[in-house]
């Protein structure tokens, strides 16, 4: 591409890249370039000035030159009343040549008139030009400044955020906790209240449960020992009884015998 | 790509349509070195309706350099070629 979009955008970006060299914030970019627009100006109004100036000499050599013209004509008119007609030729002669010269001058002027009023008209636009400059100027630097605002504010704020949710989770977290305690603890007290856990709690207590239990137990123990002797002890009499004579005879033959041995009756 | 209309803002256009404003372009740029006023008002306006067909507005509020640039649509032929001349409409330093 070798356009005019092509060679603007190299104009403007070479400008840029000069502008930013100097100076890396856009803000400060757009202020020179519209001082620089400012001087450009300043020397389009100079330049009218000049002009106007050019302009208004030539108007005063025209007047210069219509005086002596007119005087001229008079002194040739008075010469030519004075019948002296070689004068009068003299003056008009001359007259005729100032006339060539205010022709020029005018010529002049009329074309150093066209200049200044174009001159006038391109100062206008380009004032005009200046001031939307200036405008679009301002509203690019309040919307960069208010761009720079917004990512602040914005990682601000994302920061906070990220922050409240830390504490957030945190509570959260607390409060779970809290929960799974509190369903567990509920949990093992309704476990503990049907049977199904033992209670393990209260050791020192139950210590003393388990001493007189021992204690107890013990003399469970002895006391079922005893009785299960006298069980046996009962039994064997009960068997011999179920079992009859023979042995009730031997027995009574030998307690027979036995006592009788030292029964004394 | 970024194209720039001064005074207009920015459009984004697809690198594919480039092409096409490529030839209007380069007929505008032979059109103002040939001094031919009425040739260039005519494709100038074409180029600038085509960017804004073709075109996506960016927002105003986007700070994208472009890629591109045209002139206002109101810019004459000599204004063109006073922006083309080395000072452009912003003097270099």
């Given at each position: 591409m070798s356009g005019v979009m092509k060679r603007m955008g190299m104009i403007f970006r070479a400008k840029a890249n000069k502008a930013l060299d100097r100076a890396e914030d856009p803000r400060e970019t757009l202020d020179y370039s519209y001082q620089k627009q400012l001087e450009l100006l300043q020397k389009v109004r100079r330049g009218v000035a000049d002009v106007a100036t050019s302009r208004k000499r030539l108007e005063l050599q025209l007047n210069q030159l219509q005086g002596q013209s007119t005087k001229l004509e008079d002194q040739g008119r008075k010469a030519l009343a004075l019948g002296r007609e070689d004068l009068a030729r003299e003056a008009l002669s001359r007259r005729a040549a100032l006339q060539q010269q205010v022709s020029d001058l005018e010529t002049q002027h009329t074309t150093l008139q066209g200049e200044e009023e174009k001159l006038t008209l391109a100062a206008q636009r380009l004032q005009a030009k200046v001031d939307a400059f200036r405008t679009k100027k301002e509203t690019i630097k309040a919307t960069y400044t208010a761009a720079q605002a917004q990512t602040r504010i914005g990682e601000a704020f994302s920061g906070i955020s990220e922050e409240m949710g830390d504490v957030g989770m945190a509570i959260q977290r607390a409060e779970d906790k809290t929960a799974q305690l509190q369903a567990r603890a509920g949990a093992i007290d309704e476990l503990l209240a049907s049977g199904a856990?033992?209670?393990?709690?209260?050791l020192a207590k139950d210590d003393i449960a388990a001493e007189l239990d021992r204690i107890s137990g013990g003399t469970d123990v002895e006391l079922e020992l005893q009785r299960m002797k006298a069980e046996l002890a009962g039994g064997s009499s009960s068997q011999q009884a179920i079992e009859g004579g023979a042995a009730d005879r031997q027995d009574d033959a030998q307690s027979s015998g036995t006592p009788n041995k030292f029964d004394k009756s | 790509m970024i194209v720039r209309i001064m005074g207009e803002g920015q459009v984004k256009l697809a690198d594919s349509h480039l092409a096409e404003l490529d030839k209007l372009d380069d007929e505008l740029l032979a059109e103002i070195n040939a001094d031919d006023g009425d040739g260039f008002r005519r494709t100038f306006h074409a180029l600038l309706d085509k960017v804004r067909e073709l075109g996506e507005p960016v927002p105003d509020d986007s700070l994208e350099p472009s890629g591109l640039i045209l002139p206002a649509p109101g810019a004459t032929l000599e204004e063109v070629r006073a922006l083309l001349s080395d000072d452009g409409l912003i003097p270099s330093p």
């Open positions: 856990l033992d209670d393990h709690s209260g | -």
